[in-house]
DNA sequence: AAGGTTGTAATCAAATTAATTACATGATTT
DNA sequence: AAATCATGTAATTAATTTGATTACAACCTT
């Protein structure tokens, strides 16, 4: 199984209201170039808002960034939009049988690795800033 | 969204295996200590055989184990059970606007980033092998 | 007051998970 | 050889999540 795209997106919509410094990134306009629904992109900027990553008024059309791209990481944009519950990207069977000495100790023996590997993910995407991949998009 | 619990799953199979080295791990044995189905279980085993990791034979009750648990990771068992396809962890928005210059570039921006993080969590659980699992348990 | 935008809830189809049932195939035991 | 038990595998089901969509209240500008 897949995480959500709202990462993806969420990333597109910062990246996007940047390169449109001049205009107006309306929730209509940022659908247009996501390709999808503005409802759902104005969810998305929601939580953006919400983490503190760009600022939106209701009524006033347009979002800007609340912080410059290079201090805002991709795992700032991950942690804002849910697309993983904190410490269960990793999701463990319920109720292993505790009359049996692996059941009883299964999960506390799991539950360390699974999360350091969440968290060597987490830094691989606390490495790389949206000013990165703003360069990236603008090389191409 | 979690990653199923298939992974998980996988490891407590193993594990309980080695530690029931004795006797007959059936699996209906072993569903017994995961408290799941037996069905499932079988669905499983027969992944971890596919990747060579245990050793099962229709009609022949019980499993052993194909490599030493030193000799297994974490990783073996992720890969084994095909909890996430290759390089898709993290999912993308489909057809974005190829007429908007962060829609077009976009998604190439983008995977390179998310493949990283992606290795960057493999590497994590390819450092882990079940010995170490199964010494946890046993010292539990 | 009119028109446009954000904020948010509700609904819906599609996809995935885990549980369950069913049964064919294969091996052992009597 | 027949009965019994185990594995292999497909099909079904309820629950959950995703992304798309509609609808509308709240808000701002002209």
């Known amino acids: 199984m897949s995480i959500s795209s709202r990462f993806a997106v ?30 759902l992109i104005r969810k998305i900027m ?7 990553l ?16 290079s201090e805002i990481t991709l795992l700032d944009v991950y942690k804002a939009v849910n697309v993983v519950q904190d410490k269960e990207l990793f999701s463990v069977h319920d109720n292993p049988n505790p009359d049996c000495p692996v059941g009883r ?12 590997a969440q968290l060597a993910l987490e830094k691989s995407l606390g490495s790389v800033t949206l000013e990165e991949v703003v360069k990236d998009i603008v090389k191409k």
């Open 10 to 39: 969420g990333i597109h919509i910062l990246s996007l209201i940047e390169l449109n410094k001049g205009g107006v990134s309306s929730s209509e306009f940022i659908a247009g170039s996501v390709n999808t629904n503005p409802a």
């Open 46 to 52: 929601g939580m953006l808002k919400k983490a503190g």
């Open 54 to 69: 760009i600022k939106v008024r209701p009524g006033i059309a347009g979002a800007e960034l609340a912080k410059e791209l």
């Open 105 to 116: 100790n299964i999960q506390n023996a799991i539950y360390p690795l699974f999360s350091n």
